[in-house]
């Protein structure tokens, strides 16, 4: 499987540090692994501030708030748009608030990677075209899938 994974850093210059940056391609891909995703994949990953969250979420979701991630899914049951450049399925956009992952991991009681990681796996299932908004189900499917990604790259709670 061929991914492409660009990471770019708008919080604070120096936050996404190698070891991040390994961290979320690892993600990405066990995603497209555990969703036998096995075509070429390119997905962009931006780590921002709050404020530019919220900016994000006021113009695309009409919701004036901060939150963890967005995600802006490129393709459409299964259909996506190819980068001619590379020929990879262009999965779309991750934008995760380095400030709210921040936030989260001190108040789940576990790290900062495990934090971006989880953040990152939920975000790519929802590029995968998984949802949460529909009831209690699709919530408790894409939760148990999330857990056994992050435990099979050894991030369990």
Known sequence: MTVKINITDNH?????DADTRKLVRKACKAVLKEENFSDPAQVDVTFVS???????NREFR???SSTDVLSFPLGEN???DINPENGAFMLGDVVISVDHALAQADLYGHGISREIA???VHSMLHL??????????????????????LSGIGLSV
């Open 12 to 16: 604070k210059k120096g936050f996404v």
């Open 50 to 56: 709050d404020d530019e969250i919220r900016a994000l």
């Open 62 to 64: 009409d919701i004036d």
């Open 78 to 80: 299964g259909i996506y």
């Open 118 to 120: 989880f953040l990152t």
């Open 128 to 149: 995968l075209g998984y949802d949460h908004v529909n009831g209690e189900e699709e919530r408790r499917v894409m939760r148990k899938k999330e857990e056994e990604i």
